[in-house]
């Protein structure tokens, strides 16, 4: 078997600066994941595993990711059981800012459509009043306290 060629498409994408944001940034979980650490200052795993509707295994694919991107960093503490917390580097803050225009025109144009919009997304970026207890409590009880106690919002 002989290595992939590479065609000149790949190469153009490699090189250009706006697949290289894609890539680093964009998938399904980044930029909650960024914006979760963000808001908290620091953020610990199973606060992740509460807020996000996510597997253990594609968040631990992305926190390394990111940490390999340098937009990260894990801080063990030599406790047992393991205590790990992840903060945002200057490039993951920079990173942060870029994300939160493309969360900007996004509110904006759902608002202007009458599109639902996430509460804990708006709690995150300063749309809607922070609730903690609603942060704090897993992900399940937020979609059963949402359609509850904010229908009338």
Avoid at 11 to 39: M, S
Avoid at 85 to 114: I, P
Avoid at 115 to 128: A, F, K, P, S, V
Wanted: hydrophobic share 30%; charged share 35%; proline share 5%.
């Amino acid at each position: 078997m002989g290595e992939k060629r590479i065609t000149e498409k790949e190469k153009f994408n490699e090189k250009d600066p706006y697949n290289y944001t894609i890539k680093v940034l964009c998938n399904r979980w980044k930029p909650f994941i960024l914006q979760a650490i963000k808001t908290d200052g620091v953020t610990r795993y199973s606060r992740f595993r509460k807020q996000l509707p996510i597997s253990e295994k594609v968040l631990a694919q992305n926190l390394k990711e990111l940490e390999a991107d340098e937009l990260i960093y894990k801080k063990v503490y030599p406790e047992v059981p393991p205590r790990v917390e992840y903060f945002l580097t200057e490039q993951g803050h920079s990173a942060c800012e870029v994300l939160n225009v493309l969360y900007d025109w996004g509110w904006h144009e759902m608002k202007r459509r009458g599109l639902e919009i996430d509460m804990i997304g708006e709690m995150w970026h300063g749309y809607r009043e922070r609730d903690e207890e609603l942060l704090d409590g897993p992900y399940k009880e937020y979609n059963y306290r949402k359609k509850h106690k904010y229908d009338n919002e």
